[in-house]
Nanobody, 121 residues
Framework: QVQLVESGGGLVQPGGSLRLSCAAS????????MGWYRQAPGKQRELVAT???????NYADSVKGRFTISMDNAKNTVFLQMNSLKPEDTAVYYC???????????????WGQGTQVTVSS
């Protein structure tokens, strides 16, 4: 069994900061990439940021310069540092992983349960 567990969400004022984390556990041999996506009420899920194990990152235009994604390869954990938060950042944030199982099977899309981020005065 593989599990992705997100944490770090909560309520924050505009301009504030939060750090999300997502820990992958289970029969994982290696992780190729991890990422963060978000979904606001009534809207489609959208990409926030991704990071490959080699260090390459990409970000949605709406979060560039404000959010930073990073990975601890030894702990199979991805982080999202969110600064200068805006009300429009309010959403459920989901962790995603692309990994290789110890059994030799590639899993391209695996999702966590999500963590709520609310930005409000």
């Amino acid at each position: 069994q593989v599990q992705l567990v997100e944490s770090g969400g909560g309520l924050v004022q505009p301009g504030g900061s939060l750090r999300l984390s997502c820990a992958a556990s289970g029969s994982i041999f290696s992780i190729n990439a991890m990422g963060w996506y978000r979904q606001a009420p009534g809207k489609q899920r959208e990409l926030v940021a991704t990071i490959h194990s080699g260090g390459n990152t990409n970000y949605a235009d709406s979060v560039k310069g404000r959010f930073t994604i990073s990975m601890d390869n030894a702990k199979n954990t991805v982080f999202l540092q969110m600064n200068s938060l805006k009300p429009e950042d309010t959403a459920v944030y989901y962790c995603n992983a692309d990994f290789l199982l110890r059994a030799g099977v590639r899993v391209v899309d695996y999702w966590g349960q999500g963590t709520q981020v609310t930005v409000s005065s």
